[in-house]
């Protein structure tokens, strides 16, 4: 969901936070970069998550 500023709701951002962590195993600290990078663009974030997770 979008507020009238143009961004997504806080709660769209925890959601998606929480099932990047959950889906990918990078750490929160890490989704939420990511989310504040890339948006809400799912299949990027997915992308990004994985790279990132399978780095030493």
């Not at 504040?36 to 663009?41: D, K, R, S, T």
Request: net charge positive.
């Amino acid at each position: 969901m979008i507020d009238k500023s143009g961004m997504p709701q806080k709660t769209d951002i925890g959601f998606a936070v929480r099932r990047l962590v959950s889906e990918t195993g990078i750490t929160v600290a890490q989704a939420t970069e990511l989310i504040a990078l890339l948006g809400l663009n799912w299949s990027s974030l997915l992308r990004e998550a994985r790279i990132m997770n399978s780095k030493p």
